[in-house]
């Protein structure tokens, strides 16, 4: 007695010439039907798309670890679903920088450099509360050099 393979669907739509004759000429080039090409193409389309999604949710999560980390929130506080009203901002006042080698990417506050974990950076010791800020080590240098007798001229990095 014979069993009967229950036989796979089949799909039809209409496409147009241009289509049909790049489908045809690229199933040519791979030796294969253009039956045989399209179900491929399919099945692995989807395939692509869960892992776009995938990847996307992950770059999500990331930016916003990196986001929460950058802005001082810890992780299991929930995230504010409306925003804080508006309250002017305070003069911050930046006593000194300290070296340190980051444990995370940062952005340096003064030039906007990306400053990669592992490297070294300078941190804000701050007078007051909120984010501190971070620069990298040429806008340390920049900092930090010999003062001439008028310290007007010296760069400074503003905060606000």
């Not at 892992?51 to 504010?80: C, E, F, M, S, W």
């Not at 925003?83 to 003064?110: D, M, R, S, T």
Request: glycine share 4%; aromatic share 4%.
């Amino acid at each position: 007695m014979r069993r009967h393979r229950k036989k796979e669907k089949i799909i039809q739509t209409r496409i147009t010439d241009n289509l049909y004759s790049r489908i045809n000429k690229e199933a040519s080039t791979l030796g294969v039907s253009v039956s045989n090409l399209v179900r491929n193409c399919l099945s692995n389309t989807f395939g692509l798309v869960e892992d776009i999604v995938t990847d996307g949710k992950d770059i999500a999560k990331t930016a916003q670890r990196n986001a929460y980390n950058i802005l001082g929130i810890k992780k299991d506080l929930p995230v504010p679903t409306s925003p804080e009203p508006f309250e002017p901002p305070q003069q911050v006042i930046v006593l000194g920088w300290q070296e340190a080698i980051l444990n995370l990417n940062a952005v340096c506050h003064a030039c906007n450099a990306i400053l990669p974990k592992g490297t070294k950076a300078a941190i804000a010791i701050m007078e007051g509360q909120g984010p501190r800020p971070m620069i990298c080590q040429k806008c340390l240098e920049d900092l930090t050099e010999t003062p001439s007798p008028d310290a007007s001229d010296k760069k400074d990095i503003q905060l606000n």
